[in-house]
């Protein structure tokens, strides 16, 4: 199932802006060449059945962000290899569906149907324009998926209010804001400030030819407010994790040596007024 251990080769660095179609084409492209790799490198710390909201290891067993599942409808906008949709079919859930952009991602979740036996229904999809109708979930959430990766944050969020029915929860994690001005290294030298936390100009890898092959996008943490609020949410609460003792691993920008200082992750929950 392994084709390829090894992430893309990264591309030339660039800040400029991009748009919805060329985030969405270089995210796709990026996420099936990395999709092996990332589930070698992960798929121990995410577990088959899992729900982990970010490399601090956040557990939804423990923090239940998303509230009392059993019975509902949920939605995981940028599933991967759907660990977290498994995880929440233990806990009683009538149904839960995931999407994402890169099929090689959900080739690891069919994967994983078939290795635990809980066939997990997924589809592929761009969270700028989610297929499902609206108020059609019960509860709707990211863990680190599409969210860092869209330009336009309104209209992410726009459409997972949409997709919500009303009285619906919504929990996303992504990257705090706060770690776009340090450099994205776990050692003390991304302790220092490198860039402006105002510069929204998107994070960009371009091939020889100037294509965008990665793409991140910043958003502050006025951004995310003011999205949830266009929306039509009520926003509720944003956790940001301290690094837990015993957590020694290293994943990208994140580990314990920046992340008992500053906080690597934000997970925003909000509701949809009933
Ligand atoms: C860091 S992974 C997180 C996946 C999963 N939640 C996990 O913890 O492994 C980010 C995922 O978001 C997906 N993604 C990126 N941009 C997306 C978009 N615009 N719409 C849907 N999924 C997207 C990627 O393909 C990738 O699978």
Redesign the pocket.
Known sequence: MYDDMDYPEPGRVERRAVGGGES?RA?RLW?DGAADAYQAE?GDF?RDAGF?WSPEGVDEADVRLLGEVAGKRVLE?????G??GRWLRSQGVSEVVG????RR?LQHSRRLDEQTGHRLPAVQ????RMPFATGSFDVVF?????FP??PAAETALAEAGRVLRPGGRFVFSVTHPIRWCFPDDPTKNGLTVKESYFDRRAYVEEDDAGRAVYVEHHHTVGDWLRGIVAAGLVFQDMVEPEWPEGNDQVWGGWGPVRGRMIPGTAIFSAVKPA
């Not at 999407?99 to 890169?102: E, I, Q, V």
């Not at 999809?125 to 700028?128: I, R, T, V, W």
């Open positions: 969405a995210g996420w992960h995410l982990v906008i940028g599933c991967g290899a660990q977290c999407f994402d952009l890169a991602q999809a761009d969270a700028q990211s863990s680190f998926g599409a990766f869209v």
